[in-house]
Nanobody, 130 residues
Framework: QVQLVESGGGLVQAGGSLRLSCAASGGTFSRYGMGWFRQAPGKEREFVAA???????????DYADSVKGRFTISRDNAKNVVYLQMNSLKPEDTAVYYC????????????????????WGQGTQVTISS
C-alpha cells in the first residue's frame, strides 16, 4: 500500500511560480512511475506530467502539451518525494492537482492514462489569478 500526500498549492498571480510536492510512503518508491494530474471546475481530470523508471538511475519525463516548457517534474528517491515545478502560471492552470503512483513495466514511457495509476493523493488546490 502506498500513501501519497500533496502539498505546495496556493494562490498566485499569473506569471508566478509554485512548486508542488508529493510525499510517498510504503512500497519501493524508486520503481514507481509517478504522475501529476489536475482537475479544473466542471472539467474532467487530465494528465499533466509523469516521470517513469527506465532502469538503473534513469528516469523519463513526459508532459502534456499545455504545460511543456513551463512545468518540470522531478523526484528525490532518497526522500520519497516527487515535485512539480510550475513556472509562468496561467489562469487556465487553476485546478486541483493530484499526485498518483503506478507500478509500470521498466522502460515504459506511456504513463498518461489515469487507469494506470493505483494510488492517488487527496489533491492540492492551485489558483492562478489574472
Amino acid at each position: 500500500q502506498v500513501q501519497l500526500v500533496e502539498s505546495g498549492g496556493g494562490l498566485v498571480q499569473a506569471g508566478g511560480s509554485l512548486r508542488l510536492s508529493c510525499a510517498a510512503s510504503g512500497g519501493t518508491f524508486s520503481r514507481y512511475g509517478m504522475g501529476w494530474f489536475r482537475q479544473a471546475p466542471g472539467k474532467e481530470r487530465e494528465f499533466v506530467a509523469a516521470i517513469t523508471w527506465s532502469g538503473g538511475n534513469t528516469y523519463y519525463a513526459d508532459y502534456a502539451d499545455s504545460v511543456k516548457g513551463r512545468f518540470t517534474i522531478s523526484r528525490d528517491n532518497a526522500k520519497n518525494v516527487v515535485y512539480l515545478q510550475m513556472n509562468s502560471l496561467k489562469p487556465e492552470d487553476t485546478a486541483v492537482y493530484y499526485c498518483a503512483a503506478a507500478l509500470l513495466p521498466v522502460g515504459s514511457r506511456d504513463a498518461r492514462s489515469e487507469s494506470q495509476y493505483r494510488y492517488w493523493g487527496q489533491g492540492t488546490q492551485v489558483t492562478i489569478s489574472s
